[in-house]
């Protein structure tokens, strides 16, 4: 029975590096008296990329062949995506081998039953963390960085306060609008008027479009 094992380097400064990624599968190997028979290395690819993407990871697919084994760190090693990883659990499947990971999941079922779960425990966390955060921004509540708060807002210890000059420019924009001022009317109009956004530069039709489209959507 071969056993090859694959490691991917990720593109990510604070990913494991090769070597400890070596290390800690030859101590997994050894623990559970596995030799391995070959090793592959992917150079730096992120764990969303297909598998056509994957040099590295055909070649040692390609090489198994009934009752061997891939042996990966963990599942984010073979893939970071549940379609890549799928395909992945595929190809093996058609060679007849399986996949083993070092933090002890083994088989290609139990391995895609523990991806699926994983994926609906990220999707419900995402979803109760949108929630949250959007209760909070209803709230008033200032949100990520000081100096990303929308213009006319200005964070006041964690809490949205109205930021009297900007929202000055809030409605001169608004009311050029309504007179049927085109963006980029507005935008020579305010320059006229002296009107200067935070980072001191001239209004362009961009700031002025984003403007608009986010004060119609808080009505």
Not at 104 to 123: D, T
Not at 166 to 177: F, N, P, S
Request: aromatic share 6%.
């Amino acid at each position: 029975m071969k056993t090859i094992a694959y490691i991917r380097r990720s593109t990510a400064k604070q990913a494991l590096s090769v070597e400890r990624q070596k290390d800690q599968l030859l101590e997994y190997a050894k623990a559970n008296d596995i030799v391995i028979t070959d090793w592959k290395t992917e150079e730096p690819i992120s764990g969303k990329s297909p598998l056509a993407d994957r040099p590295a990871l055909n070649e040692a697919i390609f090489n198994l062949n009934r009752g061997d084994q891939l042996l990966a760190l963990n599942v984010s090693r073979v893939a970071r995506d549940e379609i890549v990883f799928y395909s992945v659990l595929q190809a093996l499947n058609q060679r007849k081998a399986e996949l083993v990971l070092a933090d002890g999941s083994k088989g290609n079922l139990m391995i895609g039953l523990m991806v699926i779960f994983a994926a609906a425990e990220r999707q419900a966390i995402s979803a109760r963390t949108k929630q949250a955060l959007k209760i909070a921004r209803d709230k008033g509540r200032a949100l990520g960085r000081p100096d990303r708060v929308k213009y006319g807002w200005f964070n006041d210890g964690g809490w949205l306060r109205k930021c009297p000059d900007e929202q000055a420019v809030i409605a001169e924009i608004k009311r050029l609008r309504k007179s049927g001022y085109s963006y980029s009317k507005i935008a020579a109009e305010l320059k006229a008027a002296g009107y200067r956004t935070r980072k001191g530069t001239s209004f362009c039709q961009v700031a002025i479009g984003r403007i608009v489209r986010r004060e119609n959507a808080d009505l």
